[in-house]
């Protein structure tokens, strides 16, 4: 699935600016995109947090919540990907999981 230019730039850049802080090279990273500070997942109460800072940051109401966000990218995969392929990145075992059930439909 593409990726806008300045997304791709932006991953990049987090990416070179993280393995010079490990000491590593970018091709050796491995793990999460954002993990917490010990390298694993993010505990849920520090994810609302910065959710609602990013919010407030950029003027976007309440109703964006990490479910809407997460009803939007796989409306936008399951567009852009055959079924089999949509299914796998969204981490659904049964590609049927992906038909209406996260559009919204």
């Known amino acids: 699935m593409p990726l806008a230019d300045w ?5 990049v850049d987090r990416r070179v600016r993280v393995a010079a802080d490990q000491g590593v090279k970018p091709e050796e990273l ?11 997942l993010r505990e849920t109460s520090n994810l609302r947090r910065d959710w609602r800072a990013f919010r407030e940051r950029r003027g976007i ?3 964006f ?5 997460r009803r939007t990218v796989a409306t936008l995969v399951t567009d ?3 079924a089999r392929e949509a299914s796998d990145m969204l981490g659904h075992s049964r590609v049927s999981a992906d038909d209406g059930h996260l559009r919204g439909a």
């Open 80 to 82: 852009a990907l055959p």
């Open 65 to 69: 919540t990490p479910r809407t966000f």
């Open 7 to 11: 997304l791709v730039d932006m991953l």
């Open 61 to 63: 109401g309440d109703w």
């Open 30 to 40: 491995t793990g999460w995109v954002f993990p917490n500070s010990k390298g694993g």
